[in-house]
């Protein structure tokens, strides 16, 4: 029998170990991991200063989703707080774009897991691989919240635990000198073959794109917070932590694997950290990397790719974003019928991988990039529209505020135009902002057919429930 449509029907199956993980597993994938390849290739050891700033932009942005969340948890998280704050229509337009920004990462770690796979059988098609994965992920999002949440607490857990032993050993070859890496490793391989930027300025701003794709993910806390317990408590500790983890997984693996192997060896469309084992030549290493890398982005497409759009389209079915049926719960507070639409849209990935193999992963990605600047861009203009009633005392103000606002709202927002200009900029790129612009096509005739059936549609309320006043900073 199905539960009320609302929040009350989801189940509190996430504790506090899985929400953290979560957090972590949702911005650890395959941009960081196979991504970061290409963008070596193209702009050398200056990657990790592209990672730093866009770490640093989009912390501001959790920043301030978190006072958001901290204000009222809303249905849908910053879906909610675009209706709130910017009308119904951003409510219904963030909704489904965040949707199919997580239908088409999903779509871009499932050839991912194709490309890792073919290390050991080459003779796998991606697109095979590609459809094995979704189909054992499906039937997990299937059972319950809890079984995904656990299966998503040990993912990470491998992600993490892999990450530290890889700057360790890094670390260790560094120091000691040990491995058939020992004798050229060394930190002046970060400036030591054409300088920190070898390619020059431009090419390091061309790596922005994929660089915004590896942190998606991030604002997955906010998606968790209708299924996670003791939410006053967890999700300003998961946003406080963002730093450390951007630190230690984005720039402390960069810096050790560019340290231990020169820069000139790694090349688009194979994990660097592979390559890198590879050539320290510990035996097995390559391969025990490779499998990390596997359940990276099997842990990203169970995080995001189904376990948020799922939620995402149970949220237009709540808000009257969509039909009803989508807001329905089973028995054991799974929106079933939502997973069933996001796993055949995802679908659409196993057909890519098997008509472009070769491009599916740039093509894929740059439309999630394109997709997340506008989400990500919502969320802080919500959080200006939100500071400006609560400083008016319209509302009550949170304790867990984003410092700085709103010119640090102003100084992100400016960051993500320039993002927008350089996905612009090369023609592989370019094609996310053509597939963007038919997206908001599809959304204006979307909420003009809602409008039109539904003549009383922007009185419907949002779905909110408060969470309280006293939250740790």
Known sequence: ???????????????????????????????????????????????????????????????????????RRAEGGFAGYAREFLGPFWGYATTWTYWIIWVTTGMAELTAAGKYIQKWWP?????????????????????????????EFWFAMIKVAAIVMMILVGIGVLVFGFSDAGDTASVDNLWSHGGFFPEGLSPMLMTLQMVMFAYLGVELVGVTASEAKDPEKNIPRAINALPIRFALFYLGSLLVILSVVSWTEFKGGASPFVLAFDKIGIPGGGDIVNFVVLTAALSSCNAGGLYSTSRMLRTAGVNGDGPKALARLNGRGVPVLTVVISALVMGIGVVVNAVVPEKAFEYITSVSTGGAILVWTVILVAHMVYRRRSSAGLLPKSSYRMPGAPYTNWMVLAFFVFVTVTIAWEHDTRVALYVMAGWLAVILVGWAVLMGTRPGRAEVPTATEPVGESLAD
Do not use: C, H
């Not at 199905?2 to 972590?24: F, W």
């Open 1 to 71: 029998m199905d539960e009320p449509t609302s929040t009350e029907g989801y189940q509190r199956g996430l504790g506090t170990r899985q929400v953290q993980m979560l957090a972590i597993g949702g911005t650890i994938g395959t941009g960081l991991f196979l991504g970061a390849g290409e963008n070596i290739a193209k702009a050398g050891p200056s990657l990790i200063l592209t990672y730093a700033v866009a770490g640093v932009m989009l912390f501001f942005v959790m920043r301030a989703l978190g006072e958001l969340l901290t204000y």
């Open 123 to 151: 003779g796998v098609e991606q697109w095979q691989t590609a459809l094995v994965a979704l189909v054992v992920l499906f039937v997990v999002n299937m059972i319950s919240v809890k079984l995904f949440g656990e299966l």
